[in-house]
C-alpha cells in the first residue's frame, strides 16, 4: 500500500492529510499555525500533531507547501521566480530527528518587479491546472489575496492584496471597531460598497469614516457597516487588480464564503468565473508534486 502526507501548514491553521493509494484516508486539521510554535520547536510539534499516522520502523514521506517554509518558519525553501513553469517547483528537505518521516517542503514564488512573494498559493494554483490549459487570471482571495496571470502552466505575473488583514486591523483596532460588532455580512451592501469606490476612489478614506458618523447619527446596525467596510476594502482590491480580471476569464480559488463574495462583485465585470475550494486545490498540488517525483 501506498502511504503518504500532504502537509498545508500556514500562518494560523495546520492541515494534514493521509493518502494510502490516491485515496483520502484521514484528515487532521488544527489551529496549531506556524506562529503559535514555541521556541522554534517545529519537528516535535508536527510529529505530535501526526503521531496517530506513524508505524514503527517505517518511513514515510510527507510533502508539505506554506509558511513552514518562511524565513521565519521551520525551514526556508528558496523561492522559484516569476515568470516561472509551475509543473517542477522545487523543494527542500531539512535534516530530521525522526527517522519516520521524509519531508519535502516546497517552495513558494517570488517576483522581482514589482517586489512580492507567495508561499502556499501556488500549490493550490497547480492543482487547479492539473489537466487544465487555463489561460488567464486566478485569485486566490485571503488575509493577503493574490491575483496572478497564468499562461498554461506558466506563472507570468501576480500581485498581492492585504485586503483581509486590512478589514481585521481597521474593524477590531480602529474607531470604527464600534460599529463593526457583528459576524454576518449582507450582499447587497458589499456590491452597493463596492461600487460606490470603485466609481469614485478618492472618496476611499472619507467612506471609513462616514461609517462611524453614519452609526452615531443613523444607527444601521453592525451588519451594514461591517458590509460596507468589506465592499469599501474590495473595491481598492479591485482597482488594482483591473489589469488581473478585466474583460477577462478567471478562477476563484478560496473557501466558500470568500469566493461567493468576490464573485457577487465580479459577475457582470468578468467574462467568466470558475470556483474552486482552496483544501481541494492544494491536495491536487501536492498529489501532482508526488507524481512528478515519482
Known amino acids: 500500500m501506498d502511504r503518504w502526507i500532504a502537509v498545508d501548514w500556514g500562518t494560523s491553521s495546520f492541515r494534514a492529510y493521509l493518502i494510502k493509494d ?13 506562529k503559535f510554535v514555541k521556541d522554534n520547536n517545529f519537528e516535535n510539534t508536527f510529529i505530535n500533531l501526526i503521531e496517530k499516522w506513524l508505524i ?28 516561472c513553469k509551475l509543473n517542477n517547483i522545487n523543494y527542500i ?9 521524509s519531508l519535502k517542503i516546497f517552495s513558494g514564488i517570488s517576483q522581482n518587479d514589482p517586489p512580492d512573494v507567495m508561499r502556499g498559493e501556488e500549490t493550490q494554483i497547480v492543482g487547479f491546472l492539473t489537466n487544465n490549459n487555463f489561460k488567464g487570471s486566478i485569485c486566490l482571495p485571503g488575509t493577503h489575496s493574490k491575483w496572478t496571470k497564468i499562461n ?33 455580512l ?14 469614485k476612489p478618492e472618496l476611499f478614506a472619507n467612506a471609513l469614516f462616514q461609517l462611524r458618523a453614519d452609526d452615531l447619527i443613523n444607527s444601521k446596525g453592525a451588519i451594514v457597516y461591517r458590509s460596507r467596510l468589506s465592499g469599501y476594502l474590495l473595491a481598492m482590491e479591485l482597482i488594482g487588480s483591473l489589469e488581473f480580471w478585466k474583460n477577462n476569464d478567471i478562477v476563484l480559488i478560496g473557501n466558500v464564503d470568500l469566493i461567493e463574495l468576490y464573485e457577487n462583485v465580479l459577475i457582470n465585470k468578468v467574462s467568466s468565473i470558475q470556483k474552486f475550494n482552496s483544501e481541494d ?3 491536487k498540488g501536492l498529489q501532482h508534486f508526488k507524481d512528478k517525483l515519482n
Open 22 to 34: 490516491d485515496v483520502l484516508s484521514d484528515t487532521i486539521k488544527t489551529n496549531d499555525g506556524m
Open 281 to 283: 486545490m492544494v491536495l
Open 152 to 184: 498554461k502552466n506558466i506563472l507570468e505575473k501576480f500581485r498581492t492584496f492585504m485586503t483581509g488583514e486590512l478589514f481585521e486591523i481597521i474593524s477590531k483596532n480602529s474607531v470604527l471597531s464600534h460599529s463593526m460588532i457583528s459576524d454576518n
Open 56 to 83: 514503527k520502523d517505517k518511513k514515510i514521506d510527507v510533502l508539505a507547501s506554506g509558511m513552514l517554509g518562511a524565513r521565519q518558519g521551520w525551514i526556508e525553501a528558496p523561492y522559484e521566480k516569476a515568470p
Open 186 to 199: 449582507d450582499k447587497a451592501e458589499i456590491l452597493n460598497s463596492a461600487n460606490k469606490i470603485m466609481n
Open 93 to 101: 528537505s531539512p535534516v530530521l530527528f525522526d527517522k519516520r518521516i
